[in-house]
């Protein structure tokens, strides 16, 4: 659920940022961030 919200913030602040950086950003795997994208859709 925290990542879920760091992600929505980080793509607040920009809009075509990609999942690696996202993975990068949070320390998490892309497939993680692929995960937490579902949700969040």
Same mark, same amino acid.
């Given at each position: #659920?925290? !990542?879920? #919200?760091? /992600?929505?913030? /980080? %793509? !607040?602040?920009?809009?075509?940022? =990609? %999942? ?7 320390? %998490?795997? =892309? =497939?993680? %961030?692929?995960? !937490? ?5």
């Amino acid at each position: #659920m925290d !990542n879920e #919200m760091k /992600i929505l913030d /980080i %793509i !607040n602040q920009n809009k075509f940022v =990609t %999942i690696p950086e996202l993975s990068k950003s949070l320390k %998490i795997s =892309t =497939t993680a %961030i692929e995960n !937490n994208l579902a949700k969040l859709k």
